[in-house]
């Protein structure tokens, strides 16, 4: 009697255990996001996936993407791989895949229709590498902003600028009131950014194509790019006052009104956000820098590492769908101040700047981001280039182009 | 006494525990040391991206690598910061070793002040040197609230002399042990050449840099592995101190190397200028092991 009453209490906890949500297992995520804004967008997903039964283990590496991804990928490549990694919509893992390090989800992409919800298409195409789905893209991330602080330009007398001529004109009063006009933190990709910026708003998004994408040295060392130098040299200067190192105490500078403006990407809404600060009317986007308004598909997307744990390899598909569910979607994108990759989501909540984001995106007005069109390799020495540039102000837009060229024409 | 030589053990046998005990460290020194020099310089040839892969390219990487700007600037600058430290080094710590060896009192006090930054990291020191050197809350802002307002001085925002910021933090780190080495080998002097020298009636600064000098040259040959193998491998500091910045005007070589494998996901560029820091050691030990070990056969 009693043999049997222990038996049936066995049998009750093993059927408990399968009962409830799998066994808790531990998955670890790495990413790169560690400001405010960023922290907060990435704490909705640990919410979510915690919800599922699962326990999300925060690896957040601080620095920037150039200082994370080295780890990631040694971590992979030695052996020691995560349970899911961030990296930019693109071509960074690209080795990884074809060397067979990351996992197949394809199974997972069929049974949820990833085809059907996930727009643009593109991202999901830059997931496929024959024929098969190996990432998920959880955000849009458009470099095409820049941002203006209204209280700059009340201090300094002069109205906000619409375009970016109308900045690079209003520098002067700027600086007479003892601000920064232009906020640019000192690492390379930034300077980098800002100018890939300046040609799409100033040389058009055919140009931008046109070099970043079929490299066409012919173009890079043209008259339309030298007009983009040359706007390039005025961000220039009315950046040289602006010593930070890291683009959120640039955007720092720009909330407390000690700049007048920065480029950057929409990523640094969040910062906004997180300073309690509103759009149109503490700050002002221009996407597109006011001339050109595209959205660039640029963004973050999750790879899963291949493991031999099953219970893991599980709980990476329950992470994969979470992330796109249009709940997280949103929870996610409006902290992060990136726009969802699903278009069948409700983005009421969404402020004035991200609405001109979601609007451009709806009209099609889309380019691919460098990360999507470069490698690594070549991207790192177009870095190289402008931080040079940007801290040499010897060096003259002729040279810098020349070099530019030179990259562009051994890129691949 | 005869049956002892008539027994004694081949010369391979002789100290087996000796050798036994150093096989892991032969092994060491085999595989890991030569075998991933040779293996790192095999894969330079290759155009490997992300994952090494055997495509010989020839010299291609070694091309691009010497018309790479950010690479000369990073070999120019390892250039003067390594003539600098290797003279400044010694200079200042030798006299500071000779200072503190005139019997002065509390000089432990002063050996432990001297010493202690060594006790640092490059990071922590490359952060400490970075506030001191920020013309917004270090020495310029200091010099400016007392009066002299356009005082100027931020070596870490101007290109031209940003190595030098770097220098300065090097030595305040890296003085105090050449001082502790140097100070060991005045201690190993026998007092009775310096009463020798007093009786003749030879100058104090005659005797140090004519005999004392000359007899701790053992000492002298260690502190400069020492602060040579500093100065190749210096990275931390400059990352913690710059990153390189402003612009590429701080760089070095062992971030072109750590950057171009691990970030730009260029494993044979990475290579190709790790071999070329291997070259300029060698280039510079061989003379030098030739003269040392050459000369006493």
């Known amino acids: 009697m009693r043999y049997q009453f222990i038996t049936a ?34 704490a909705e997903f640990a919410k979510a996936f915690d919800a599922t039964g699962n326990h999300w283990v925060d690896g957040a590496i601080a620095g920037s993407g150039d200082t994370a991804r080295p780890i990631m990928i040694s971590r992979i490549t030695g052996g020691d791989p995560m349970g899911a990694t961030q990296f930019n919509h693109g071509r960074q893992a690209e080795e990884l895949v074809k060397a067979g390090l990351m996992r197949d989800l394809t199974d997972l992409a069929t049974k949820e229709h990833w085809k059907d919800v996930i727009r643009p298409a593109s991202l999901l195409n830059e997931c496929t590498v024959d024929g098969k789905v190996y990432c998920i893209p959880v955000n849009i991330h458009s ?37 920064i006009p232009l906020a640019v933190g000192q690492q390379a990709w930034q300077t980098s950014g800002a100018f890939q910026v300046l040609m799409v708003a100033i040389g058009g998004p ?46 720092n500078l720009v909330i407390t009104g000690q700049a007048g403006g920065q480029i950057m990407g929409d990523w640094a809404q969040g910062e906004f956000q997180v300073a309690g600060q509103t759009a149109g009317k503490d700050y002002t986007c221009l996407p597109g820098l006011g001339v050109n308004a595209v959205i660039q598909t640029g963004g973050d997307s999750f790879y899963f590492p291949l493991l031999k744990d099953a219970d893991k390899s599980k709980a990476q598909e329950v992470l994969a769908s979470t992330m796109l569910s249009p709940a ?29 984001g979601l609007d451009i995106l709806a009209k099609g007005n889309t380019i691919p981001d460098t990360n999507q069109l470069m490698t690594e390799d070549s991207l790192t020495q177009v870095n190289d280039l402008f931080a040079e540039f940007f801290a040499t102000p010897t060096m003259t837009p002729e040279d810098a182009q020349k070099r530019f060229a030179d990259i562009v024409s051994k890129a691949d | 006494m005869t049956e002892q030589t008539a027994r004694r053990p081949s010369r391979l046998f002789r100290n087996l525990n000796a050798k036994i005990a150093s096989i892991p460290m032969i092994l060491n020194a085999l595989v890991i040391f030569l075998g991933g020099t040779i293996w790192t310089i095999v894969y330079s040839f290759t155009d490997s991206r992300l994952l090494p892969r055997l495509n010989f390219v020839g010299l291609d990487q070694y091309r691009r690598l010497w018309v790479t700007p950010r690479w000369l600037v990073a070999v120019e600058n390892l250039a003067i910061y390594g003539a600098c430290m290797l003279v400044f080094s010694l200079i200042i710590g030798f006299l500071l070793a000779a200072l503190l060896d005139q019997k002065i009192r509390f000089e432990d006090t002063f050996r432990t002040i001297f010493l202690y930054p060594f006790a640092l990291s490059f990071i922590v020191t490359g952060l400490v040197w970075q506030w001191i050197l920020n013309p917004n809350f270090g020495v310029q802002h200091v010099v400016r609230s007392l009066g002299w307002t356009d005082f100027a001085f931020d070596p870490l925002y101007d290109s031209s002399i940003v190595i030098y910021g770097i220098l300065i933090a090097a030595l305040w780190q890296g003085t105090g042990l050449v001082m502790c080495l140097m100070l060991a080998g005045l201690r190993g002097i026998d007092e009775d050449i310096w009463k020798a020298a007093r009786v003749d009636g030879i100058p104090t600064w005659k005797t140090y840099l004519f005999i004392i000098i000359p007899m701790m040259r053992p000492v002298l040959i260690t502190t400069l592995v020492i602060i040579a193998a500093g100065i190749v491998k210096v990275y931390d500091l400059v990352v913690a101190q710059t990153s390189g910045g402003p612009g590429i005007s701080s760089e070095v070589p062992a971030k072109y190397v750590y950057e171009y494998m691990f970030h730009a996901q260029n494993l044979g560029q990475g290579f190709a200028a790790s071999t070329m820091m291997l070259l300029t050691v060698i280039i510079v030990i061989v003379p030098w092991a030739y003269l040392e070990f050459g000369r006493r056969k």
């Open chain 1, 328 to 356: 997280t979607q949103v929870a996610f994108n409006l902290k992060k101040g990136s726009l969802p990759v699903r278009g069948d989501v409700d983005l009421n909540a969404a402020n004035d700047c991200m609405k001109k």
């Open chain 1, 206 to 251: 055919d140009i931008f194509k046109k070099v970043y994408g079929d490299k066409d040295a012919a173009v890079a060392g043209g008259p339309e790019v030298a007009k983009v130098f040359k706007a390039a040299d005025d961000a220039r200067k009315m950046q040289a006052k602006s010593k930070v190192q890291d683009w959120n105490q640039a955007t």
């Open chain 1, 143 to 179: 470099w095409q902003w820049l941002w203006l602080s209204n209280k700059a330009f009340a201090d300094a007398g002069v109205p906000v600028p619409k375009n970016w001529d109308e900045f690079v004109a209003a520098a002067p009063a700027l600086e007479k009131a003892g601000k």
């Open chain 1, 9 to 42: 209490a066995l049998a009750a906890t093993a059927a408990l255990q399968f009962a409830g949500p799998a066994a808790a297992t531990d998955l670890e995520v790495t990413h790169w996001w560690t400001s405010g804004g960023e922290a907060a967008a990435v």
